[in-house]
């Protein structure tokens, strides 16, 4: 199964995400983003670790707070590639693991809500994310 895979969008960008669960949704959009960015971390560097806690409504509006919260800590200079996350609902609870960033190519502006719907196709979730550039 392919992780994410990057979708023609006419003036922003766009990723088709895939998960066998909701962790692996969530981790892959991430993944997605940061691919998507150009994202390259320090590796070398010492690691930084964040505690995440979110609550919302409906697990899309969970998504794009998590992805939003990611691009947060990019402003502040930090990326992640390890994730210890639960999702129960629509609440998100863990750590996020990474490093300082080195260099990113295109800078996400905002997570849309444009056309984001989580579905279940033969036991594999998919989602469409639309992020503004």
Not at 10 to 30: I, Q, S, W
Not at 74 to 92: A, C, H, M, T, Y
Not at 111 to 131: A, G, P, Q, W
Request: aromatic share 8%; proline share 0%; charged share 30%.
């Amino acid at each position: 199964m392919k992780k994410f895979e990057e979708i023609s969008h006419t003036a922003d960008a766009a990723l088709r995400v895939f998960g066998e669960n909701k962790v692996e949704l969530f981790v892959h959009a991430v993944e997605g983003m940061f691919h998507l960015m150009g994202l390259k971390l320090e590796l070398d560097q010492e690691r930084e670790i964040s505690e995440i806690e979110l609550s919302e409504v409906d697990l899309e509006s969970l998504l794009v707070s998590f992805l939003t919260e990611v691009l947060i800590y990019v402003e502040k200079g930090i990326g992640f590639n390890k994730f210890d996350i639960k999702i129960v609902d629509s609440k998100l609870k863990g750590r996020m693991i990474g490093n300082r960033i080195n260099s990113y190519d295109i800078q996400v502006k905002a997570v849309t809500f444009n056309e984001l719907i989580i579905k279940k196709e033969n036991s594999i979730l998919e989602t469409l994310i639309v992020f503004d550039v």
